[in-house]
């Protein structure tokens, strides 16, 4: 069974900083590209930032390039991002999904005063 979990958020104040993880297990990590993405209620579900498996290539949605780092660890099956200069606007659900299409449940980042 392919599980994605996800932990690390919080609440922190704009220009703060957390680190998400998502474990996974149930499928071959090292065969695919990891993915972070985020929701609020009402919209859709986009895309923030990619890694791929091989030469550990990276992908940034505009609005969080220079301000985010995706990162894997292959040896712990677990896909990290690292997130500095907070803002408002980062607040949302945070997914990692894999490149097979499965989704975790999510963690919740609250950016606010």
């Known amino acids: 069974e392919v599980q994605l979990v996800e932990s690390g958020g919080d609440l922190v104040q704009p220009g703060g900083s957390l680190r998400l993880s998502c474990a996974a297990s149930g499928f071959t990590f090292t065969r695919y590209a990891m993915s972070w993405s985020r929701q609020v209620p009402g919209k859709d579900r986009d895309l923030v930032a990619t890694?791929?498996?091989?030469?550990?290539?990276?992908r940034y949605a505009p609005s969080v390039k220079g301000r985010f780092t995706i990162s894997r660890d292959n040896a712990k099956n677990t896909v990290y991002l690292q997130m500095n200069s907070l803002k408002p606007e980062d607040t949302a659900v945070y997914y990692c999904?894999?490149?097979?299409?499965?989704w975790g449940q999510g963690t919740q980042v609250t950016v606010s005063s």
């Open positions: 890694i791929f498996n091989t030469r550990m290539t990276t």
């Open positions: 999904s894999n490149g097979a299409g499965d």
